[in-house]
């Protein structure tokens, strides 16, 4: 008997050491909900917040533009067009008609008054140049301010999709100023000035992105 309980014993010995280190499922999930109740859960990411409404009249991006200036150097003379290109054979340096500029201001305005509805699409613009100077080709350059006139256009465009925008420009005769408003002389050619008096319809593209300057 003694050496049947022995074997016995020997047999069960193995049987019952891992049976009494294995943990019941029921306490493995208690262990795992405990962890993960420890354990910080990570706060929800919060939501984007939408971006404010434009006003409907005069939004904050409603207007843009530049302006420039250029000086033509001596014997680099601007042209209008309003004198002929041999005005001084009529009276040399002293030839009446003498538009020919040596400094130029230029410039655009684009206005976007409307923030909401299909009016936000619709733009206004304006470019301006003024010309000032005296100089006869060949025979008269000065740094004399004396103005000469203002050429400009104007027009509405509305922006359309894949960045195309259609537009309809008006280009009238240049506006003179002074004793340039009136005729000068043989060599004057007519008041019209570059690029004459026109109206058109045109369609724009745009393309690639501005690079980021001082601005």
Known sequence: ????????????????????????????????????????????????????????????????????????????????????????????????????????????????????TVLRRVMMFFDPTFLFGKNVPQYLYTWSWDGIGMEYKWGVGVDLPKRFEVRFTGHPVIQRFGSRDQPLGPAWLGSNGPWGQYNAIGVRKYFGTRREGTY
């Open 1 to 116: 008997m003694k050496r049947l309980l022995l074997l016995l014993i020997c047999l069960l010995t193995p049987i019952l050491l891992p049976a009494g280190e294995t943990e019941s499922p029921a306490d493995a999930n208690l262990a795992a909900n405990t962890t993960q109740a420890a354990e910080p859960q990570p706060a929800a990411a919060p939501r984007p917040a939408s971006a404010p409404q434009e006003r409907m009249f005069f939004p904050k991006d409603w207007y843009w533009g530049w302006a420039q200036f250029d000086l033509a150097p001596p014997h680099n003379e601007v042209d209008p067009n309003l004198c002929a290109a041999n005005a001084g054979q009529y009276g040399g340096k002293n030839a009446q008609c003498n538009a020919f500029a040596r400094y130029m201001i230029s410039g655009t305005i684009e206005l976007r008054p409307f923030g909401q």
